[in-house]
């Protein structure tokens, strides 16, 4: 597999700018976000070197959260507070992530992105639900004004909050992952809030794409000052998935999208034992 | 609005203040929007540009060289802009975009000033200290 892909750069850009669209659709759709399968894309298909792809990605990251935060936050479903509060954490991560990615082997960098594809995988097979609201109330719950309430069926449905230093440092983890592969890691983020603190999952999911976009601004300043932004490569990448986002966003209520996850959770799946043996092989 | 949580409600009555969670989530949603729009429009006029200059050459991603100086710094970035160079008008829309969460966390903590909320003002600029760090830090 040692061909190399030779095309103009007009044939590359809207090659790139389709595959983004269809990546930011796709992860819009699935709740899974674009960078997932952005990274993957780029360095299996389009032979990027695999840094380029991960500045490119968490700067499409970025469009994508703060567009769709937009929406999300006016509905009154995301956690302003729970998420300036968890930022502490995955910002800590991202730069800690963003400083580890610069001194790692792209090979091993290839190997831990495949990992994570695989554990993105599991995560969407199973189904998710909100958790039983078992266990003793965090007094810091209060304390932190985390409790909140959100819209269901038209009335204001109030939650606490739970497990909150097992969820900042499960948050720290993501947001390490973050800065270290260029993606939001909302699966993780997600993880933290819904299965460990115990956060309604509507409430988990808004609020972590609204973190999304802190947490790799925190990295992407130290991508940037060393070289992993490539315009070229940036301005397809972010127009397409910000576009695809916006159109899956908008598509979200039509679409059969229990049919389309169970497809996303195998092209990720097979994405994640080819970046694994890529890495293996060293062939990223 | 007859649906405000219990808690927040309380919190926001005793502080006698018309500033609350509600307004600054509102705001904070149109800043986003406002940001994003920005950016994409500085990214899509130099792509178009960037197109325009460079479309017939050979697309290579596939060894990794770091970006020239002009790119990765902002005084560099500035002189580049003033040269009109198209890769330098995308990365303005790059940083304009990187911007755009920072300034919601300021945001945020002039919001939680307002509702003399400390805590959480110190909690907004922890966020914000550390989002500083990594968009100065160079080398």
Known sequence: ??????????????????????????????????????????????HVD??????????????????????????????????????????????????????????????????VLLYSAYLSWRQKGDAPPGGPVNPWSDRLRMSGSFP???????????????????????????????????????????????????????????????????????????GYIDPGLAFPVMLGVLAGSLLGAKLLAKARV???RTVFTWVI???????????????? | MAGEGMSREAANASRSSTFDDQRMESIMGRLLQVGVLLSSACVLVGGVL??????GGVANYRVF???????????????????????????????????TPIARVVFAAFSFAMERDRLYVAISLTVLAVLIFGLVHSS
């Open chain 1, 50 to 115: 695999l840094r380029y792809a991960i500045g490119a990605s968490l700067i499409s990251v970025i469009a994508t959260s703060s567009g769709a935060a937009a929406a999300y936050v006016r509905e009154g479903f995301s956690n302003v507070r729970i998420g300036m509060f968890l930022e502490v954490a995955t910002t800590f991560g991202a730069v800690f992530g963003a400083f580890l990615a610069t001194r790692t082997p792209t090979r091993w960098l290839a190997i831990v992105f495949g990992v």
């Open chain 2, 50 to 55: 960037y197109l325009r200059a460079h479309a």
């Open chain 2, 65 to 99: 060289a770091s970006e020239p100086a002009n790119l990765r710094t902002l005084k560099g970035l500035m002189v580049s802009l003033c040269a009109g160079r198209p890769s330098a008008i995308i990365q303005l829309g790059v940083l304009l975009l990187i911007a």
């Open chain 1, 152 to 226: 269901v069926n038209g009335k204001e449905q109030s939650y606490t909050v739970h497990h909150i230093s097992g969820g900042f440092a499960t948050m720290f983890g993501a947001g390490t992952l973050s800065g270290l592969l260029g993606i939001g890691s909302g699966a993780v983020k997600v993880l933290a809030m819904d299965k460990v603190m115990r956060i309604p999952f509507k409430v988990s999911t808004t609020t972590s794409n609204f973190m999304i976009g802190v947490t790799a601004a925190a990295s992407a300043g130290i991508y940037l000052h060393r």
């Open chain 1, 269 to 284: 799946l097979a994405l994640g034992v080819e970046m694994i043996v890529n890495g293996w092989l060293g062939k990223v």
């Open chain 1, 1 to 46: 597999m040692t061909y190399s892909l030779r095309m103009s750069v007009l044939v590359f850009t809207l090659l790139v700018f389709i595959g983004s669209f269809v990546a930011g659709l796709l992860g819009a759709l699935t709740g899974l976000g674009g960078g997932v399968v952005l990274v993957p894309l780029l360095t299996l298909v389009f």
């Open chain 1, 258 to 260: 229990s049919m389309l």
